[in-house]
């Protein structure tokens, strides 16, 4: 197990460097170079002249590249041009928000999916399963903006039973040490804050986990549809091993490696920030930051927070694949 996460380790670093040399040429090759995309109309050939001096644009490219990744290597990603803090603080700042409607959006996905396409797997054939597919079906194909204004609309407006927006009600005096506002509640017993916290983090969550979850009923239901039929699975039923067991040890066990897959990619996604959720729901995480960069043309931001992701995405993948290891003893041997 350690060699595979040695290896995995050792795949990150080109990977990171292709995506360095991306980002770095993609922010060159703008029409009119980085400072004019970046002052728009106030383009004068002062300014111009001013942002290239600021920034090294006018430094010869290669010795630009190798800058900026040496001050990478040292923890400067550069400095929000929004807010004038540095990127890596307007990081940690932003991710704890993210991860906490993630992590929530996940549960709800893999803790509703995977039961239900399980379920809907064993009466193939049948209305239940008919209607898992549907229902999954619909749920991918609605766009999550979409979605997003209507549970915002239905429950936050009219009904008034979910807040609309925020991570907190600004009026309760809540501590924070971690970041993370559902944990700092229950850290330091204020358990009013907490569930604060968690009301403001319940609709965005559905919102965001609707497509996760579909993805999840319809990949758990295959799996399980096509192991089931499997000769060990007839053999252990002719046994008459226990239908639990059947269950435990035979078929979810099995089932779960294209799940495992699907539930990293979309942890993955997830953590990369919800940008049209946030947005709606005006949560303050990378998401609704990075649509504020992009619309604002933070280069520096931009280019932090997508080498920051690609780190977490691939330490998903890294967690995936150890995880295939325990579930499956063939893997370790291999």
């Given at each position: 197990m350690l060699?595979?996460?040695?290896?995995?380790?050792?795949?990150?670093?080109?990977?990171?460097?292709?995506?360095?040399?991306?980002?770095?040429?993609?922010?060159?090759?703008?029409?009119?170079?980085?400072?004019?995309?970046?002052?728009?109309?106030?383009?004068?050939?002062?300014?111009?002249?001013?942002?290239?001096?600021?920034y090294g644009f006018n430094e010869p490219i290669v010795q630009q590249y190798f800058t900026w990744i040496g001050k990478l290597l040292s923890g400067d990603f550069g400095v929000s041009l929004q807010t004038g803090r540095p990127v890596t603080e307007e990081f940690l700042r932003r991710f704890p928000a993210t991860i906490e409607l993630s992590l929530l959006a996940l549960i709800l996905a893999v803790g509703i999916g995977i039961p239900l396409g399980y379920w809907a797997a064993r009466r193939h054939g049948k209305f239940t399963d008919h209607a898992s597919v549907v229902l999954s079906l619909v749920g991918i194909?609605?766009?999550?903006?979409?979605?997003?204004?209507?549970?915002?609309?239905?429950?936050?407006?009219?009904?008034?039973?979910?807040?609309?927006?925020?991570?907190?009600?600004?009026?309760?005096?809540?501590?924070?040490?971690?970041?993370?506002?559902?944990?700092d509640g229950i850290l330091t017993g204020e358990w009013d804050a907490a569930w604060d916290a968690f009301l403001h983090l319940l609709l965005p969550a559905i919102a965001l986990g609707t497509i996760p979850l579909a993805i999840i009923v319809r990949i758990t239901r295959a799996s399980v549809l096509?192991?089931?039929?499997?000769?060990?699975?007839?053999?252990?039923?002719?046994?008459?091993?226990?239908?639990?067991?059947?269950?435990?040890?035979?078929?979810?066990?099995?089932?779960?490696?294209?799940?495992?897959?699907?539930?990293?990619?979309?942890?993955?996604?997830?953590?990369?920030?919800?940008?049209?959720?946030e947005t709606v729901f005006a949560f303050p995480g990378i998401g609704s930051f990075l649509a504020g960069a992009i619309f604002n043309r933070d280069f520096p931001v931009l280019q932090g927070f997508i080498i920051f992701i690609a780190i977490v995405y691939a330490l998903i993948n890294l967690l995936v694949d150890v995880s295939y290891s325990v579930i499956d003893p063939r893997v370790r041997v291999s």
């Open positions: 060699r595979t996460i040695g290896k995995r380790l050792l795949l990150l670093i080109p990977t990171l460097f292709g995506l360095s040399l991306l980002l770095f040429f993609w922010v060159r090759a703008l029409p009119g170079g980085p400072a004019v995309a970046l002052l728009g109309e106030r383009a004068t050939p002062e300014a111009v002249a001013r942002i290239n001096e600021l194909t609605i766009p999550v903006f979409f979605l997003a204004f209507i549970l915002k609309y239905i429950f936050a407006v009219q009904l008034g039973w979910l807040p609309s927006d925020g991570r907190q009600n600004p009026r309760i005096d809540a501590t924070h040490y971690t970041g993370f506002y559902v944990l096509e192991v089931q039929n499997a000769d060990y699975v007839r053999t252990g039923n002719a046994k008459g091993i226990s239908r639990a067991t059947l269950r435990d040890r035979f078929i979810l066990r099995n089932a779960m490696l294209p799940v495992i897959t699907t539930v990293g990619l979309q942890a993955g996604l997830l953590l990369s920030g919800a940008i049209l959720t």
